[in-house]
Nanobody, 124 residues
């Protein structure tokens, strides 16, 4: 049974940093592509960053390029999202998701397994 558990969210001032973690259990992480997604109140869930199963390919939405970094530590069954220079518009519930695939797709519809989310609040 695949389980994903996010952590690391919280309250941060604009310009601050957070590192989100996604611990994956029940599978061999290296077989899975992982994505980070977010959903703000009243908005649809959107893609933030994705990383391929092989760790060779990453994708970022334009608004986070240069500020966010996705990485994975397969031996530790953990995927990270390092976020710098946070803006109020980054505030949302952040979810990690997994799919057993070698395709390079970063879309909400493509991912099969989801965590419960961790909330990020960006406010002074």
């Amino acid at each position: 049974q695949v389980q994903l558990v996010e952590s690391g969210g919280g309250l941060v001032q604009p310009g601050g940093s957070l590192r989100l973690s996604c611990e994956v259990s029940g599978v061999t992480l290296e077989d899975y592509a992982i994505g980070w997604f977010r959903q703000a109140p009243g908005k649809e869930r959107e893609e933030v960053a994705c990383i391929s199963h092989s760790n060779e390919t990453t994708w970022y939405r334009d608004s986070v390029k240069g500020r966010f970094t996705i990485s994975r530590y397969n031996a530790g069954n953990t995927v990270y999202l390092q976020m710098h220079s946070l803006k109020p518009e980054d505030a949302a519930v952040y979810y990690c998701a997994a799919v057993n695939s070698r395709a390079q797709v970063c879309s909400t519809w493509y991912y099969d397994y989801w965590g419960q989310g961790t909330q990020v609040i960006v406010s002074s």
